[in-house]
């Protein structure tokens, strides 16, 4: 018979490496909160005419790497690419916008794209976003990329680095694209085919192609900042001067557009050299007219996206650090005879419900094989139980790093553990 594997561009997350995950997912949690954001929870799935509308329908995302099906029923759905547009349908569908147009939301969770897997980049990826909704006001801006900033400093990925750019609004933006048309259409041998029918459709996904041969063509093309009007210029200034205070390490990425449609005014990435070519491990931007265009009124918004398998993998080799994050049994429980395996169970139930870490053998080895399983777990003490534990109901405990050893009366046991942990913690 067939062995039944994972599906291609998908992995299993197993321990110690899980930690890992936890951790970071850990401090995307808390210092969202600590800035003022709360989690929102939104399908895997949504109409396919939500992205079609939000994302583009010109973009790689929509053209080529979106799992669309149609139900039973004949609607089309799609598994979500990505998470911004899922957080603003729910804004407008709950109505949130006439309880006070101002929120602040985060999520967490994953998307699909049908794309070439490789390193950090799957077709199941998990990502951790959050949304501002509700203002223009730079200092949103800035909070947002100085909280991703903050995030991945606090997770400890090396060598980071901010690109930040402004593409400006519906007023000015047409005139850059005037001024670029004709210079895409003189390089049009140059690109490859995509951006070749990119350049017809939708000028700016040209700029958003990681092919070194569009690449250099994009580096001929003039910047957006001298095509900004007044205000955008003034909003991306404000921006600047305030991430530059917190930001160790930034600069202006002048062809930097992010890859969909809904971003105006301030976008951003953040990179790691540990990365390669394939640095980024996120980013963001303005969108102040994707609630207009998903049929509600015009509301801005600011956010981010962070991928977390990037950050995984930026931290690696993680390995060491993942296993130190993993929980640590305190006390493992060792019968030695099958006849006292019951009394141990109850004194395993009555530790874990008194707020130890506690486990036991439960196929019925060897003790010696059962010191190993102990040693193995990283428990820090062992509890041999026997005849004579049980009918004097004391145990043995033994500290394996310093093998020193103790008798406890069992009605003492839990208290006794909680003052060694709470010593070692002194």
């Excluded at 951790?23 to 210092?31: F, I, N, Q």
């Amino acid at each position: 018979m067939k062995e039944i594997r994972a599906v291609k561009g998908t992995s299993d997350i197993l321990p110690p490496q899980s930690y890992l995950w936890q951790y970071v997912e850990k401090v995307c949690r808390t210092l969202s909160e600590r800035a003022g954001y709360l989690e929102i929870r939104t399908p895997i799935f949504e109409e396919t005419g939500l992205f079609e509308r939000s994302i583009g329908e010109t973009t790689e995302v929509v053209e080529k790497q979106m799992y669309t099906f149609t139900t039973a029923g004949g609607e089309q759905i799609t598994l979500r690419p990505e998470m911004t547009a899922p957080t603003m349908r729910a804004y407008l569908e709950n109505n949130l916008h006439k309880k006070g147009a101002f929120r602040k939301f985060y999520y967490i969770g994953p998307s699909f794209r049908y794309e070439r897997p490789q390193a950090g980049r799957s077709r199941q990826f998990h990502q951790f976003g959050v949304e501002a909704i509700g203002s223009k006001d730079p200092l949103l801006d800035a909070e947002t990329i100085i909280l991703a900033w903050d995030i991945a400093t606090e997770c400890g990925v090396p060598g980071l680095s901010l690109h930040l750019n402004s593409i400006g609004c519906a007023e000015c933006r047409p005139q850059y694209r005037k001024t670029v048309s004709a210079q895409v259409e003189s390089f049009l041998p140059s690109l490859c085919e995509d951006c070749g029918r990119r350049a017809k459709r939708n000028l700016f996904r040209v700029f958003d192609c990681k092919k070194e041969t569009c690449r250099k063509v994009i580096a001929k093309l003039p910047p957006i900042d001298a095509s900004l009007c007044l205000p955008c210029r003034e909003q991306f200034e404000k921006v600047k001067q305030l991430v530059s205070r917190y930001v160790n390490k930034w600069e202006i990425d002048p062809h930097l557009v992010r890859g969909l449609d809904y971003y105006t005014n301030t976008v951003y990435e953040l990179t790691a050299e540990a990365l390669g070519a394939q640095d980024s491990i996120g980013g963001g931007g303005r969108y102040d007219y994707l609630i207009r265009d998903l049929g509600g009124p015009e509301i801005p918004a600011v956010g981010f996206a962070l991928g977390l398998d990037r950050i995984i993998l930026a931290l690696s080799p993680g390995s060491q650090r993942a296993s130190s994050l993993q929980p640590r049994t305190t006390v493992f429980l060792a019968p030695v005879s099958e006849d006292v395996r019951e009394f141990a169970c109850d004194l395993l139930i009555r530790l874990r419900r008194s707020g130890i870490a506690a486990d036991m053998d439960f196929e019925a080895k060897s003790l010696k094989a059962q010191l190993r399983q102990a040693d193995k777990s990283n428990a820090r003490f062992v509890a041999v139980i026997g005849q004579e534990e049980v009918q004097n109901s004391f145990v043995k405990l033994k500290e394996l790093a310093s093998g020193k050893e103790e008798k406890v009366q069992i009605d003492a046991l839990s208290a006794r553990m909680s003052q060694l942990m709470l010593d070692e913690c002194v």
